[in-house]
């Protein structure tokens, strides 16, 4: 085996053209400070992508950006003469903080890099670029193979305007030698399945000598997204098999002040009625809290900041679309329970208490998930020893539904075009997941069955992370045919 190596990524471009965003994104975590602004990052970074079990290191610096490019190519010139360079170098330091700073992003580059991605503006003409010439000039200098990356692309388009635009890219960096690939920034950020394609591109041009410890690095990889893939499905799966399991007895006596403040605040009817919607009320919230402590897990297991819990909720619950011959507000308390963002029920809770607003919401809920019929939203058992309430199993269909689209939110956030959920067209999302759902619907409901009967809730959410899973990776495949293959042939 060959000795562990460190492989570097040196990430430069002119400045603001979304180098620490893209930090962010391959690195996982909010790396240095975005600001629409020039010379926001102010110091060469390395920061840490990958590390092998043989001692390998994948490290990316995110640099300083390029300012006043001529200028600093004029510089590059005098290199030949040591003394002149150091003292205009200190001049600079305290007198054109700037231009020093683009020294720097230059000198972390050549001493560190084995390759130099070059951040572009790609909705810019590249004839109208007036710094790329000088700066093409700078790369050929560090003598490093150069990948540019087509970064701020915009909202999506039809391909062949997309295509045309990163045609003229290619075929007017195609002068330069130094350039040895060109890759628009959303083919491998949009989802983490796409990164395989940056990896694979990139790895082309490292040095035969390092080949190896590059491919153990990517082997590290791969396991790491697989792991956190499964680790994915098996928390939705755990959510899925306790709404499954969940059940409330049809008793008011010895409920808490939830329930008692529930039926007060919506005004429910005669006993036998305020009995049944206490039980649903019950059944409701915990799934409120199952909901929301599932968007926090699946949150950190992509290290993303668990506030965005609700954000990625909202999204969800905006773009999901009930399929239940019910009205349109109806439909829309439906919505907000199975993507969790009944923010109103949730807000209160978090409080320690349910105000009058919170009860209502409550209820009006509890309303829509019977306006249906109990075949829709709940069970009713007839045990008159201990009559009690479960989830139907459309609402548990339907609460499948959202759960792969709220992890595909989740593992979309804040990559690629930035805030890609809004860009891309969801609905078109749930009408995959819907469509691969539907090819497997014989096996709902002797799985529902199964997870009620299981002896806990671990072997309860065996089976379903399974189907979960094989729905989760068709709608991947579905979604990114070109991209996602290689990916999810391991997941």
């Known amino acids: 085996m060959s000795q562990p190596v460190d492989i570097q990524f040196a990430l430069v471009s002119h400045t603001n053209n979304g180098k620490t965003t893209l930090a962010r994104t391959l690195v996982g975590v909010d790396v ?40 600093l190519l004029r510089r590059l010139a ?26 720097q992003a230059l000198r972390a580059a050549k001493d560190a890099a084995d390759v130099v991605l070059y951040l572009v503006n790609s909705s810019e003409d590249p004839r109208d670029a007036g710094y790329l010439p000088a700066e093409m ?96 499905q098996a928390l939705n799966a755990r959510l899925l098999a306790d709404a499954a399991r969940d059940e409330q007895a049809l008793d008011t006596e010895s409920k808490g002040n939830f329930l008692r403040s529930a039926l007060k605040a919506v005004g429910l009817g005669k006993d036998e009625q305020k009995r049944q919607d206490a039980a649903m009320a019950g059944l409701v919230e915990r799934l409120e809290r199952r909901i929301a402590d599932t968007t926090i897990e699946l949150l950190r297991l992509h290290r ?25 507000a109806q439909a829309g308390l439906l919505g907000a329970v199975v993507s969790g963002a009944a923010t ?37 058992t007839t045990d008159r020893e201990r009559p009690d309430v479960q989830f139907a199993d459309p609402f548990l269909r339907t609460l499948l539904v959202g759960s792969v689209l709220r992890y595909l939110a989740v593992a979309h956030f804040g990559r690629g075009r930035g805030n890609f959920v809004e860009g891309e067209a969801p609905p078109f999302w749930q009408a995959e997941v819907e469509a691969a759902l539907a090819r497997r619907e014989a096996e709902l409901a002797p799985m529902w069955k199964a997870a009620r009967e299981a002896p806990d809730a671990a072997a309860a959410a065996t089976r379903i992370q399974a189907l979960v899973g094989q729905v989760t990776v068709e709608t991947l495949e579905r979604l990114y045919p070109d991209h996602a293959a290689r990916a999810l042939a391991r997941a």
């Open 32 to 71: 240095g400070e975005v600001r629409d602004a020039a010379h926001v990052t102010v110091t060469s970074e390395a920061h840490l992508l990958q590390q092998s079990a043989q001692g390998d290191r994948l490290l990316l610096w995110d640099t300083p950006g390029f300012g006043d490019s001529v200028r």
């Open 304 to 328: 993303l900041d668990p506030g965005q819990a609700g954000r990625i909720n909202a999204r969800v619950r905006e773009n999901f679309a009930v399929r239940a011959p019910i009205d349109k």
């Open 344 to 380: 109103g029920l949730s807000a209160d809770l978090m409080a320690g208490g349910l105000t009058l607003g919170g009860g209502a919401l409550l209820g009006a809920i509890v309303g829509g998930l019977t306006a249906a019929g109990a075949a829709w939203g709940f069970n009713t």
């Open 78 to 103: 005098m290199s030949g003469n040591p003394i002149g360079w150091f003292l205009r170098e200190v001049f600079d330091r305290y007198r054109d903080r700037p231009f020093w700073l683009s020294q």
């Open 137 to 232: 000039r700078i790369l050929e200098w560090l003598g490093k193979p150069v990948v540019v990356l087509l970064n701020q692309l915009g909202p999506p388009r039809p391909d062949q305007q997309e295509q045309g635009e990163q045609a003229r890219w290619k075929q007017h960096l195609s002068q330069y030698a130094i350039v040895r690939d060109v890759l628009p920034l959303d083919a491998f950020a949009r989802c983490w399945v796409h990164e395989d394609v940056f990896y694979d591109r990139v790895g082309k041009v490292i040095e035969e000598s390092k080949r190896d410890g590059y491919a153990r690095l990517l082997a590290e990889w791969q396991a790491g997204n697989l792991h956190r893939f499964h680790a994915a």
